[in-house]
C-alpha cells in the first residue's frame, strides 16, 4: 500500500518475508567478518558474500543493479560506499566497509559495517565505533520519535558527544550528506529518504508499516566526496578515512524490529531503553 506521500506501507506477512531476507543478508556479512584478514583479496570476499546468499535460496540485491558488477561493496579506508570488489589485498590497519542486500520472494534486506583490520590506529577505531552507535542512536530515534527528521539529530548528538569527549584528535567527524538512508521493501531504494544529519523539515510522520534503512557514514576529516572513475566508488575528498553501518528496520504495531540483526537489535536497543518487537 502506498500512502500519498508515496511511502510503501507493508503487511505483517510482507515484514515477515524481509525479516527472511534480512537474516540472509546477516549471515552473510557474518561470514564475510569472519573471512576479512590481512591478504584475503576483496573479491574473494565477494565470493563468500555470494555462496551465502545462493544457499539460502535468494538472491543477491546488488549484482546488476543499475549496472553494478558485484555482490558486495567493499570500501576500504578513504572509500566511503560503492567500492567494487577485485583483486586488491586487505592490509593489516585497513579500515573496511562491506555492505550487503539480499531479496527473497522479492523483498529486500540490506545492512552494512565497518571494522578496523588486526592492530589499527586506535583513532580508526574509535571511528568504526562512532559510527556504529550512531546508527543505532538513529534506530532507537525511530522508536522513540513521531518524524523521521529524529534520525538525524540522533546521529548527529552522538557526533557531537564524539567532540565533546575529545574523539579524533579533537575534531569533529564528518557527517557524509550526500548518501543517505532510504525506505526499502519490494525495491531496494524507496522513498523516503533517512537523512544522517540535522534538518528543520520534520520529514514524514512515523507509522506503522514503514521499513527503513538506517546508514550513517562518518568520517575522520571533511564530509565532501567524490566518485572515482569506475563511477561507483565514493571517497572522501580529502583522503581521510570513513567508516558506513546500516540496519534495515521495520516499524509495527507493537514496536520496531532490526530486520538485519539476528537478534533484532534486542542487545543494543535494549541497552538504549527501547523494547523489540518481533516481526
Not at 510503501?8 to 561470514?31: H, N, P, W
Not at 576479512?36 to 545462493?54: F, K, N, Q, Y
Not at 542486500?101 to 586506535?122: L, N, Q, Y
Not at 523516503?192 to 550513517?216: I, T
Request: proline share 4%; hydrophobic share 45%.
Amino acid at each position: 500500500m502506498l500512502g500519498r506521500d508515496r511511502i510503501e506501507y507493508k503487511s505483517t506477512e510482507q515484514i515477515r518475508v524481509m525479516r527472511r531476507a534480512g537474516l540472509v543478508v546477516a549471515d552473510a556479512l557474518a561470514a564475510v567478518r569472519a573471512a576479512i584478514s590481512p591478504g584475503t583479496t576483496t573479491a574473494e570476499l565477494d565470493t563468500v558474500a555470494r555462496d551465502v546468499i545462493e544457499s539460502a535460496g535468494a538472491t543477491p540485491s546488488f549484482l546488476g543493479y543499475h549496472g553494478y558488477p558485484a555482490v558486495l561493496c567493499v570500501s576500504v579506508n578513504d572509500e566511503i560506499v560503492h567500492g567494487i570488489p577485485g583483486p586488491r589485498e586487505i592490509a593489516e590497519g585497513d579500515v573496511v566497509s562491506v555492505d550487503c542486500g539480499a531479496i527473497v520472494d522479492g523483498w529486500h534486506g540490506d545492512s552494512a559495517f565497518s571494522v578496523v583490520v588486526g592492530e589499527g590506529d586506535p583513532a580508526d577505531l574509535e571511528l568504526v565505533e562512532t559510527t556504529e552507535a550512531a546508527m543505532w542512536a538513529g534506530i532507537a530515534a525511530l522508536a522513540t520519535g513521531d518524524r523521521l527528521s529524529g534520525v538525524g539529530h540522533a546521529v548527529e548528538d552522538v557526533v557531537d558527544l564524539a567532540l565533546a569527549a575529545g574523539k579524533n584528535g579533537g575534531q569533529r567527524y564528518g557527517v557524509v550528506q550526500e548518501y543517505v538512508g532510504h525506505g526499502i521493501g519490494s525495491a531496494m531504494h524507496q522513498a523516503p529518504e533517512v537523512l544522517n544529519y540535522r534538518v528543520r523539515d520534520k520529514g514524514p510522520r512515523l507509522r506503522p508499516g514503514m521499513c527503513l534503512a538506517v546508514e550513517p557514514m562518518l568520517v575522520r576529516g571533511e564530509r565532501f566526496t567524490q566518485v572515482l572513475e569506475d563511477d561507483w566508488t565514493v571517497v572522501t575528498d580529502d583522503g581521510s578515512r570513513a567508516a558506513h553501518w546500516e540496519h534495515s528496520v521495520a516499524l509495527t504495531p507493537a514496536g520496531v524490529c532490526v530486520l538485519t540483526a539476528h537478534d533484532g537489535g534486542a542487545a543494543e536497543l535494549g541497552a538504549r531503553g527501547v523494547t523489540v518487537a518481533a516481526p
